[in-house]
């Protein structure tokens, strides 16, 4: 089945700078590939997405790429701000069925 | 407020006991998720319904476990005789089959069993 890798496990910024977040995955029929921050308490929140047809997404301060030959895909934030500090998931799934969740990246944005 | 809607959000139960969670989906979803998430690690499958078809059961869904989504509306999640190691968060998600199929979650459920 499929196998999702997440890099960092810990991640510290100062306010202002950007912050990658990198994913892997195994299975090559893997098509879309979604973000979510989670927040102390609460459930996962989508920030953003990526189909296997797309190389590149941006919204805002965020943004996606995928690399489908090297099953890399990453999350960047740009501008980073203390709200960005939460846990942040990478997931795969094939055709939008059971999500494979990353192990989470801790993002901590220092003023 | 018309998102995913979890019950009870925390539940404390002593080994051994049965316990229910229910989840309310985004109204025009037809299919339901649910997921376990234990502290440090990512939410894992568990089991998703479209209408009111169980369509795929994870192997961590043991026979302790039930889930059930009657009329394809709301759906409940039962853990007969539960044990510790069955403490965590478990999260519900909903999408809409046939367009942008982003999946939504819920608030979570966080399950304590002492």
């Known amino acids: 089945g499929e196998n999702v890798e997440q890099h960092p496990s810990t991640l510290s910024v100062q306010e202002g700078d950007s912050a990658v977040i990198k994913c892997t995955y195994s299975?090559?029929?893997?098509?879309?590939f979604p973000w979510y921050k989670q927040e102390l308490g609460k459930g996962p929140q989508l920030i953003i997405d990526?189909?296997?047809?797309?190389g590149e997404k941006k919204d805002q301060r965020i943004a996606v790429t995928l690399n489908k030959t090297a099953k890399h895909f990453s999350l960047h934030i740009t501008e980073t701000q203390p709200e960005d500090s939460a846990v942040y998931f990478c997931?795969?799934?094939?055709?939008?069925?059971?999500?494979?969740f990353g192990t989470g990246t801790r993002l901590l944005v220092s003023p | 407020d018309t998102g995913v809607s979890q019950d009870p959000r925390h539940k404390i139960t002593k080994r051994g006991q049965n316990v229910t969670f229910r989840c309310d989906p985004i109204?025009?979803?037809?299919?339901l998720y649910w997921y376990r998430q234990t502290l440090g690690q990512g939410p894992e499958f568990l089991t998703y319904?479209?209408?009111?078809?169980?369509?795929?059961k994870s192997r961590l869904l043991s026979d302790r476990f039930s889930a059930e989504r009657p009329k394809g509306s709301f759906s409940t999640l039962e853990i007969q005789r539960t044990e510790q190691g069955d403490s965590a968060m478990y999260l519900c998600?909903?999408?809409?089959?046939?367009?942008?199929?982003?999946?939504?979650f819920g608030q979570g459920t966080r399950l304590t069993v002492v």
């Open positions: 998600a909903s999408s809409s089959k046939g367009r942008d199929t982003e999946a939504f």
């Open positions: 299975d090559s029929a893997s098509n879309y």
């Open positions: 990526i189909r296997s047809n797309v």
């Open positions: 997931a795969a799934s094939k055709s939008f069925q059971k999500l494979v």
């Open positions: 109204s025009e979803h037809n299919r």
């Open positions: 319904f479209q209408n009111e078809a169980q369509l795929e």
